[in-house]
């Protein structure tokens, strides 16, 4: 008996050794992340998650990746730089994560570059401005339609200094007021270029701290300086500070807007309601037919479904499709490849155009997009709150680029907004 139980034993261990390989081939390929899930960038970091468990689910329904399901594996980096590098440092060395990609944001992204970097791995980035510039990192990939990392920057800003030399008669000043942080610098930077290019004097440049609440003093500042253009470059809740300020100021200007992050949002659009009628802004996507690529709309119709339940942007049409995109790039870069390695990834990368729900995108040798893809738009004839009627993008005119300009550009601002 003793000699038929060490027998079974042996065949038993025999049996599970030869099904080793198999059991670790079906265990999932993990995909690392910090994200916003609370904190003052909260709003938008939860949104982007929702689209990425969507991918996630979309992608193990199809039977994963290499034979394997796939998981993400995040954490919560509540809105604040500092956090990242620690949360990265336990995906990659605790956590050990096939694949990091970053969560959303420059201020976000930029403190994971170091800790990613270090360990020489792939990274695919998702709304970080002109980063790479910075540092030249040859595994850095940005799913940001803001072109080349080169003038990425400058591009940010293109469209709306575009739309002030158009003017009649022509701006001839103009005030910056930035928060004093990584996005904001590096927007800032561009639109002084995008100044010098377009002619303006200008007559204020302060930026404020992140701490700021109280944004009526800025404002007031840049009406005793009489610009005919105001530029701003902020984050999503000094967005809804400074139109407020607006509005309280009673600020006269032509035209006001620029890299203002948070007009682009639901949650922020019904907040401002007609507050936001004449400003003109930046954005990525908007409903029309030229920007209907395939699987976008099923794609907002389930996210949609979803963050009702979340409490998240409900239309979705800023970062969502985006947050989904940077992840159809890295699956099908895996199955294109047919390895994890992160040499012959970031390699597929560089020679494949990919085709996901925000068009095609291809990636240049410092891993931005090729082209910049960025759409300039005014508010107006916004009524009230409701969700409604920013569905299909009626109270939104496009300015710019000109191949799908929706309107002209109505100004003053000052007549506008009151």
């Known amino acids: 008996?003793?000699?038929?139980?060490?027998?079974?034993?042996?065949?038993?261990?025999?049996?599970?050794?030869?099904?080793?390989?198999?059991?670790?081939?079906?265990?999932?390929?993990?995909?690392?992340?910090?994200?916003?899930?609370?904190?003052?960038?909260?709003?938008?970091?939860?949104?982007?998650?929702?689209?990425?468990?969507?991918?996630?689910?979309?992608?193990?329904?199809?039977?994963?990746?290499?034979?394997?399901?796939?998981?993400?594996?995040?954490?919560?980096?509540?809105s604040t730089p500092p956090n990242v590098p620690a949360i990265y440092t336990k995906l990659l060395d605790v956590d050990k994560v096939d694949i990091v990609v970053s969560g959303y944001g420059t201020n976000m992204t930029v403190p994971a570059m170091p800790v990613v970097m270090a360990h020489n791995r792939m990274f695919m980035t998702l709304f970080a401005l002109g980063i790479n510039a910075e540092f030249n990192y040859p595994r850095f990939f940005g799913m940001i339609p803001a072109g080349p990392a080169a003038g990425a920057k400058k591009a940010f800003s293109k469209g709306f200094f575009d739309v002030a030399k158009g003017m009649t008669p022509p701006a001839r000043t103009v005030a910056i007021v930035s928060a004093d942080a990584e996005a904001s610098r590096n927007a800032v930077e561009g639109a002084l270029d995008n100044i010098k290019e377009a002619g303006l004097e200008i007559v204020y440049n302060r930026s404020y701290p992140p701490a700021t609440t109280d944004y009526s003093p800025i404002v007031r500042s840049v009406q005793a300086a009489h610009a005919d253009v105001l530029y701003v470059a902020s984050y999503p809740a000094d967005t809804v500070g400074i139109v407020n300020a607006l509005h309280e100021v009673g600020l006269k200007a032509r035209l006001v807007g620029g890299s203002m992050v948070g007009p682009q949002t639901t949650s922020i659009k019904t907040q401002l309601g007609p507050k936001l009628n004449g400003l003109v802004v930046y954005n990525f996507w908007l409903p029309t037919p030229a920007t209907m690529y395939p699987g976008i709309e099923d794609f907002l119709k389930r996210y949609q479904a979803e963050a009702v339940k979340e409490g998240v942007d409900q239309l979705g049409y800023y970062l969502p499709p985006f947050a989904y995109a940077y992840l159809q790039v890295v699956g099908d870069a895996i199955k294109g490849a047919g390895t994890l390695d992160q040499d012959r990834l970031t390699a597929w990368i560089h020679a494949h155009t990919f085709h996901t729900i925000v068009g095609d995108v291809a990636f240049g040798p410092d891993g931005d997009w090729m082209q910049a893809k960025i759409l300039t738009e005014q508010f107006h004839d916004v009524k009230g709150n409701d969700v409604a009627q920013f569905r299909d993008g009626k109270v939104e005119t496009l300015l710019e680029p000109a191949a799908l300009q929706s309107g002209k550009l109505v100004e003053p601002y000052s007549n506008i907004s009151h």
Do not use: S
């Open 1 to 78: 008996m003793g000699f038929v139980r060490l027998a079974g034993a042996v065949a038993l261990a025999f049996c599970l050794l030869c099904a080793g390989p198999a059991a670790r081939a079906a265990d999932p390929i993990t995909i690392g992340f910090g994200m916003a899930l609370t904190g003052n960038i909260a709003a938008n970091g939860r949104a982007a998650l929702i689209a990425m468990k969507l991918w996630e689910e979309d992608t193990n329904k199809a039977g994963g990746l290499l034979g394997r399901p796939v998981k993400l594996v995040y954490y919560d980096d509540q």
